[in-house]
């Protein structure tokens, strides 16, 4: 079945360092793919998604670009505020439900 | 508008004591579903509920667990004898068609069970 792994944190960065959380996932024909953040103290919220092979998600600064090649959907960004430290889940759908990576813990420092 | 909501925000039991929760999808989201994420981990799916069909209750850890959605609308996730491993925040999500809909996420519910 679909599955995702993602990158282990915690990671921690200083403020405008460029960030990546790798991604990577197997799956039956192209799911969209997700990116989802959870702030401190906040639910969970989509971040960005794409549909399909090729497709770039972006928002927030934040970009993730559908790689069916290298079957992956990493989430870079250029330069990290403070306010982005958060905890990052990749998803994608599954058979009968979405799949949640284990997330990735990102803390910046000022 | 109006996002999911989910109460009670906290709620400390006793072990050995049912308990409640409660979840307010998005007016108009056909399919609700129940999460639980403890310390430090990521999200385990519990339940998913599709309009007026059967739920999906593959994620249910055990048969203490239980959840209805009346109406098509509020859903309650109940859990009956609880234990100390229950202890983590539940959190409910909302979409407006199927599963691979963006789902929206209440601010979820932090069970302890002492």
């Known amino acids: 079945g679909n599955s995702v792994t993602q990158m282990e944190g915690p990671v921690t960065l200083s403020e405008e360092a460029f960030l990546t959380i790798n991604c990577t996932y197997t799956?039956?024909?192209?799911?969209?793919l997700f990116w989802y953040v959870q702030y401190p103290g906040e639910g969970l919220q989509l971040l960005l998604k794409?549909?399909?092979?090729?497709d770039k998600g972006s928002n927030k600064g934040f970009e993730a670009t559908y790689r069916k090649e290298t079957t992956s959907f990493h989430l870079e960004k250029g330069s990290v505020q403070v306010s982005d430290s958060a905890v990052y889940f990749c998803?994608?759908?599954?058979?009968?439900?979405?799949?949640f990576g284990s997330g990735t813990r990102l803390s910046i420092r000022p | 508008g109006a996002g999911v909501s989910q109460s009670p925000s906290n709620k400390v039991t006793e072990k050995g004591k049912d308990v409640e929760l409660r979840c307010d999808p998005i007016?108009?989201?056909?399919?609700l579903y129940w999460y639980r994420q403890s310390l430090g981990q990521g999200l385990e799916f519990l339940i998913y509920?599709?309009?007026?069909?059967?739920?999906?209750k593959s994620g249910l850890p055990s048969d203490r667990f239980s959840a209805e959605r009346t109406g098509g609308s509020v859903s309650t996730l109940t859990i009956q004898r609880t234990q100390q491993e229950d202890s983590a925040v539940y959190l409910c999500?909302?979409?407006?068609?199927?599963?691979?809909?963006?789902?929206?996420f209440g601010p979820g519910t932090r069970l302890t069970v002492l």
């Open positions: 999500a909302s979409s407006l068609g199927t599963y691979t809909d963006t789902q929206y």
């Open positions: 799956a039956t024909g192209y799911p969209s």
């Open positions: 794409a549909t399909k092979a090729d």
């Open positions: 998803a994608l759908p599954g058979a009968s439900k979405i799949i």
């Open positions: 007016s108009g989201h056909t399919a």
């Open positions: 509920f599709q309009g007026n069909s059967a739920p999906d």
